[in-house]
């Protein structure tokens, strides 16, 4: 039999399903409860968490600013590697839930806590995600995920539970929400259920937050130049930012030009499919000016060894595995590619769409001399490129002389 829990570190929002988690906790494991809200940058006051936690007779309060932290040690790895999962998803959700269980266990180990709580449903990636991570960063830590084990099954069941044991809720806010389940942080925001569930329906224009329809974004591009240092973006226009601000200018300066919006179809890891959309402003913005300096600074054999690694990062972010030896070994490789991947991109923002324009690097293999169309003043003999054909093409002569074709 084991042990009886004593203490136990919930990752709080402060929203209904949390503040139910609350009570049920203390009310079904009889123990004491720590709350654990993080600012991930997902645009919503936090700070109304405390005394909500705190009418619910918690004690232990974390309410922790991370946004530098999830930026700089998380987004930005995750895009050294130009990771996308399904060949579409930036990867928004996935790539926060691992900063998150990395915070709840180090809680867990300063309270003394005896297990960790979410509130991720039995449907979904994100059980898998905070589970694995817990487990990889404390192996013997009990976690609780009262989704699959309550017999509260709805929005309405959750409300009822409330008024029953005394759980104060701001009905008036409760009867405005979205009918979207949605996740935001500083590299997006999800929208998923409602008329989402039927995937030939298209999305209320109004549902959309962080960015105007293309067709409504200005006549006129906006250009804009990202520099890069070691593979990560450092500073915007010439200004020097940190990494959650340059994201969060980013994020604002996409929106503006319709940027970043996404409607799919994923493949999630315990099986079922699940149609979301999905607004990433300052990532596809990001994306494509990464790939463009890497275009020049890299090696053509070590960005294509590295696209080829990339869908494998990507599907171990997306399934939780940010903790795994694997993704560990995988990022090793991928920074010791980016000490060259140094210097500017220029990108236009239009209408919907980031285009790149311009690309320049002290570090750059591109070498004009050789790639003109006008006289190379013999730094290139074409003549050479005659036996390299038919050296790569002798296997296939062969075979066509052997009948083989």
């Known amino acids: ?119 991720a449903t039995g449907k979904g990636n994100d059980q898998v995600r905070f589970e694995l991570g817990a487990y990889a960063l404390k192996p013997g830590i009990k976690v609780i995920a ?79 130049e990202i520099s890069f240092k070691n593979g990560d973006p450092v500073a915007l226009n010439g200004e020097v930012m940190s990494p959650a601000t340059l994201l969060a200018t980013l994020n604002t300066k996409g929106g503006a030009h319709g940027i970043g919006r996404l409607d799919i179809v994923e493949n999630r890891y315990v099986g079922m499919k699940s149609r979301g959309c999905y607004e990433t402003p300052g990532g596809t913005i990001l994306l ?35 903790w795994s030896p694997e993704r560990k070994m995988l990022q090793a490789a991928i920074d010791e590619s980016q000490s060259v991947v140094n210097g500017d991109v220029r990108m236009k923002l239009y209408k919907g769409a980031a285009t790149v324009v311009g690309r320049k690097s002290a570090q750059s293999l591109f070498d004009e001399k050789i790639a003109t169309f006008e006289d190379d003043a013999g730094a290139y003999d074409q003549k050479d490129a005659e036996g390299f054909i038919k050296l790569n093409a002798l296997r296939m002569r062969i075979a066509a002389q052997k009948g083989r074709v």
Not at 58 to 70: H, Q
Not at 72 to 100: C, H, K, Q
């Open 146 to 224: 009262p989704w699959r084990e309550w017999d509260l099954t709805s929005r309405e069941t959750l409300m009822a539970y409330c008024g029953e044991h005394n759980i104060p809720v701001d009905y008036a806010k409760a009867k405005k929400k979205s009918p979207y389940s949605m996740d935001a942080n500083l590299l997006h925001i999800s929208y998923e259920g409602g008329i989402l569930e039927d995937p030939w329906t298209e999305a209320e224009e109004d549902m959309w937050r962080w960015s105007v329809a293309p067709e409504k974004a200005p006549d006129t591009p906006e250009y804009l």
């Open 1 to 119: 039999m084991s042990p009886p829990i004593k203490k136990v570190v919930l990752a709080y929002s402060g929203g209904l399903d949390t503040s139910v988690i609350v009570r049920w906790l203390q009310e079904t494991y009889a123990c004491e409860v720590v709350t654990f809200t993080a600012d991930i940058g997902q645009g919503e006051e936090v700070a109304p968490a405390r005394a909500k936690a705190q009418a619910l007779g918690v004690k232990e309060i974390y309410i922790d600013d991370l946004r530098e932290e999830f930026v700089r040690d998380f987004v930005f790895p995750m895009f050294r590697a130009n990771a996308i999962y399904e060949g579409e998803y930036l990867l928004g959700t996935s790539i926060a839930r691992p900063l998150i269980a990395k915070r709840l266990i180090e809680i867990a180990n300063e309270t003394g806590a005896d297990a960790v709580s979410h509130g």
């Open 288 to 322: 494509p000016a990464h790939r463009a300096i890497e275009s020049i600074t890299l090696d053509r054999e070590v960005a294509h060894l590295k696209d080829s690694l990339m869908p494998k990062y990507a599907e171990l972010v997306y399934n939780g595995y940010w």
